[in-house]
């Protein structure tokens, strides 16, 4: 997109890609959305969330609008980058990065989702490896956090198997009812001593130009 450098950003790994949230590919990874491959038992998402909406088509319509409005705020104290995640030239996930306060605390976090046609070949720990490396090697993070819930044993997983450290915990609700979040950081150091050589940053000196970091 020439008049967006932002969405030109691209991450690569020798496993996957993610690529910046244009309108072509949430119109492709609506399709995953439609047909309710984002969910998950236990459910992992805190409220409020689009994804528990019975109805397809509200489901879609809210995800949406939820990605509109994060994808048009981009503030020195507040932003949030999109992804898709792309395998084999398919949408079959999204990945994001958000910073509050960036300049100051250098700090970010990241959320994602994959279909579960897709799941349990690795993608996920490869996906957050990916823009974990956006973050430090690229935006110059101090430190990285993230959180699920105590019984999504996979996310969890991918946080102690990329060197988080437990950072306390707290409690969210989930479908109205209350669920206790295990909450995990990463500093730089520990990233460093196992940061990789085979993934890739893409058209980031551009995007970089249209993102307020200082």
Do not use: C
């Amino acid at each position: 997109m020439k008049n967006y450098p932002l969405l030109d950003v691209r991450i690569s790994t020798p496993k996957l890609e993610l690529r910046g949230a244009t309108d072509e590919l949430l119109d492709e990874l609506a399709e995953v959305v439609r047909a309710g491959k984002t969910h998950a038992e236990p459910a992992p998402y805190d409220d409020p969330m689009s994804f528990y909406e019975i109805d397809p088509d509200v489901r879609v319509a809210k995800w949406l609008q939820a990605v509109w409005r994060r994808r048009g705020k981009v503030e020195p104290d507040a932003w949030r980058l999109n992804f898709i995640v792309m395998v084999d030239g398919r949408a079959v996930g999204e990945q994001t990065l958000s910073g509050v306060q960036f300049s100051t605390l250098g700090t970010v976090a990241s959320f994602s989702w994959l279909s579960v046609d897709e799941r349990g070949r690795g993608l996920g720990h490869e996906m957050r490896a990916a823009i974990l490396h956006l973050a430090f090697e690229g935006l110059g993070a101090k430190e990285a956090g993230s959180d699920a819930f105590v019984d999504n044993e996979s996310s969890n997983a991918i946080s102690r198997g990329l060197g988080y450290e437990p950072n306390g915990s707290e409690w969210a609700t989930r479908q109205g009812d209350p669920a206790l979040l295990n909450r995990w950081k990463l500093t730089r150091p520990t990233w460093e001593q196992h940061r990789r050589d085979d993934i890739q940053l893409h058209d980031l000196e551009a995007g970089l130009a249209a993102l307020p970091l200082a």
